[in-house]
T-cell receptor, first 111, second 113 residues
Framework: GQQVMQIPQYQHVQEGEDFTTYCNSSTTLSNIQWYKQRPGGHPVFLIQLVKSGEVKKQKRLTFQFGEAKKNSSLHITATQTTDVGTYFCPLEVNQGGKLIFGQGTELSVKP | GAGVSQSPRYKVAKRGQDVALRCDPISGHVSLFWYQQALGQGPEFLTY????????KSGLPSDRFFAERPEGSVSTLKIQRTQQEDSAVYLC???????????FGQGTRLTVV
């Protein structure tokens, strides 16, 4: 069935280093959402990308949607300890808002 | 309220006991979702409501799991005859309408002993 693969599964960085996580789909996506879940917390919506080739920025975070709408990336510049958590790009199924989550990318930042 | 509220935050149940988990979505949100999240895993879809209609319950793991949203606002997830493998965090999320961002509650951590 449809699924989104996310890599890497884990990433350990030194504070100040950059970080990127990638999502790849076997099928064309209508849109893609990104969520962040802090340790012990709940998923929090970050952004939704809809257009082919779309790039959106939120301070140090840059989100991209591929031209073919089959992949997406999240890049964090100069990581901080507040960036720690797991980043998810769930697949939206059946246009109803049902989200299929993978394991996400767990980011740890060493101060 | 300002966000999605879930209660209780923590629940310890003896194996075989029935439990009921409550979710208060954001006022006016049409869609409501329940997810189950095991330690170290991403949330897994359980069921979906649009107003009071349960449109998708394909993720419910067994007939011991039952969810309702009788008046299209508050929802309850009931688990009968709990088993150890039911131990997880149960997350509720709501969204204003289809294809919009989901707002998650803080979850209920269920431990079955």
């Amino acid at each position: 069935g449809q699924q989104v693969m996310q890599i890497p599964q884990y990433q350990h960085v030194q504070e100040g280093e950059d970080f990127t996580t990638y999502c790849n789909s076997s099928t064309t996506l209508s849109n893609i959402q990104w969520y962040k879940q802090r340790p012990g917390g709940h998923p929090v919506f970050l952004i939704q990308l809809v257009k082919s080739g779309e790039v959106k920025k939120q301070k140090r975070l840059t989100f991209q949607f591929g031209e073919a709408k089959k992949n997406s990336s999240l890049h964090i510049t100069a990581t901080q300890t507040t960036d720690v958590g797991t980043y998810f790009c769930p697949l939206e199924v059946n246009q109803g808002g049902k989200l299929i989550f993978g394991q996400g990318t767990e980011l740890s930042v060493k101060p | 309220g300002a966000g999605v509220s879930q209660s209780p935050r923590y629940k310890v149940a003896k194996r075989g006991q029935d439990v009921a988990l409550r979710c208060d979505p954001i006022s006016g949100h049409v869609s409501l979702f329940w997810y189950q999240q095991a330690l170290g895993q991403g949330p897994e879809f359980l069921t979906y409501f649009q107003n009071e209609a349960q449109l998708d319950k394909s993720g419910l793991p067994s007939d011991r799991f039952f969810a309702e949203r009788p008046e299209g606002s508050v929802s309850t997830l009931k688990i009968q005859r709990t088993q150890q493998e039911d131990s997880a965090v149960y997350l509720c999320a709501s969204s204003l309408k289809e294809n919009t961002e989901a707002f998650f509650g803080q979850g209920t951590r269920l431990t079955v002993v």
